[in-house]
């Protein structure tokens, strides 16, 4: 019965909440907004989920640094308690991809994928859409704290368990682009990453001899793969090749990224698991450690570095773009910026200030208060070093091999005999390796 009046009280919060959104005018002119950047084709439009657009809009959008739901409570004076406690909820959920562990009275016990935390569920969604799920299938969808009880109230997709890569691909790209879900809600894992990133500037400053090196996409993945080798194995196996692979790029210039890659075949992840010499045209890659942030690999840092150390800075193809990149870039940390002021502090802000057009804004630190807000408001680690820590990237790795290796026997296994050496290389007969 407590169950059933919790989901009841939670659809009303939900449904005040949509009325909300839908009746203040500046709110709605804001929704109408964030659709947009959804809805781009008259296809999209006639098959776009409105209840689904409303909830993510709800939970996820911010206006002037507060979310909808705070502004929700601003305005509405007659929340009982209850509807406090809900909402105050909701502020806390998580959108994820969760495991099914074992399948309870009233929900789920879920492992959290991209937190790597388990979650005894109560589910107040309806029970006919999780008819035949069982143990071992995956969720997408969002939870959140109520009364010492978690709830799941949106629910996007169910994979099976054979979609394991499929599901972990979502995992990883999810942590990608939001590194601090590798550890909200997750105190363990937070100082997990905390410690391992105070070793690894130890690690870092022993193998490069240097905070801070410079190179190009053709080279990068060597000289990672070397560190790796050395933060796992404590041996410099190529640390003779460095000198040639650390070098400053042939010419200085910013171009779109993104843009580029839009034009190549595959996916997000396919071009991640490539390496950076995949990357459709050459750029220069700072490769360099934060106390604060850990590993950090930032495209065109040379080339923001050329901007101020020349005088004619506008020579510097797509500079403008490079400085609004470098200050709009949620993943770059202030420290990047502060790095290349210090170093040319004389003609800094004045570009800077010219380019992102501020003009009551005075100095570095209002700059960057503006810019990298949230490196003000709670601890980042970098996309780099959360992988380094990231269960889902290390499951998704194995299994992409796993899917190479047999895509390679089932090409080759036809023309291998009985008695031939196993094409895995494992250097014995193929019918005692993989036949």
Do not use: W
Request: aromatic content about 12%.
């Amino acid at each position: 019965m407590v169950a059933i009046d919790r989901r009841e009280t939670v659809s009303q919060v939900l449904n005040k909440l949509f009325d909300f959104v839908k009746s203040d005018q500046f709110i709605a002119e804001d929704v109408k907004k964030y659709a947009n950047a959804f809805i781009t084709t008259e296809e999209q439009a006639k098959n776009v989920d409105i209840e689904g657009l409303l909830l993510a809009y709800v939970f996820e959008r911010k206006i002037d640094d507060k979310f909808v739901m705070d502004l929700f409570i601003e305005k509405q004076t007659d929340l009982s308690d209850e509807e406090k406690e809900i909402i105050d909820g909701l502020k806390k959920s998580i959108y994820s991809i969760f495991e099914i562990k074992k399948v309870l009275k009233n929900g789920f016990e879920l492992y959290n994928i991209v937190n790597e935390k388990t979650y005894p569920t109560s589910t107040i969604i309806k029970s006919s859409n999780f008819r035949g799920v069982g143990s071992g299938e995956y969720i997408l969808g969002r939870i959140f704290p109520c009364k010492e009880t978690n709830y799941l109230i949106v629910l996007n997709k169910i994979f099976p368990s054979a979609a394991k890569t499929e599901v972990f691909r979502y995992a990883v790209m999810m942590q990608m682009e939001k590194p601090e879900a590798v550890y909200q809600d997750n105190e363990t894992k937070f100082q997990e990453i905390e410690k391992m990133t105070k070793e690894l500037a130890t690690t870092f400053q022993e193998y490069f001899n240097s905070l801070e090196i410079v190179t190009t996409t053709e080279n990068l993945d060597e000289i990672l793969a070397g560190f790796n080798d050395f933060v796992e194995s404590g041996e410099k196996t190529n640390i003779d090749k460095l000198p040639e692979l650390i070098k400053q790029p042939d010419e200085y210039k910013y171009f779109d990224i993104n843009e580029v890659s839009k034009t190549q075949e595959g996916d997000f992840i396919d071009q991640a698991t490539k390496g950076f010499s995949s990357a459709p045209a050459s750029y220069d890659v700072g490769l360099m450690y934060d106390a604060e942030t850990g590993l950090l690999v930032v495209p065109f840092y040379a080339t923001f570095r050329e901007i101020f150390k020349r005088e004619d800075y506008k020579s510097v193809e797509g500079y403008q773009d490079c400085i609004k990149e470098i200050f709009n870039n949620d993943k770059v940390p202030p420290s990047v910026i502060e790095k290349v002021y210090n170093e040319f502090s004389s003609n800094f802000m004045n570009i800077v200030k010219e380019v992102l057009e501020e003009t009551e804004l005075q100095s570095l630190d209002e700059l960057l208060k503006k810019y990298k807000k949230d490196y003000y408001t709670h601890r980042k680690f970098s996309v780099p070093t959360m992988l380094y820590s990231s269960e889902a990237f290390n499951e998704l790795m194995y299994l992409l091999q796993e899917e190479q290796l047999m895509s390679y026997m089932n090409k080759t296994t036809e023309k291998v005999g009985r008695n031939d050496s196993c094409p895995c290389g494992s250097g014995k007969k193929y019918k005692k390796c993989c036949m």
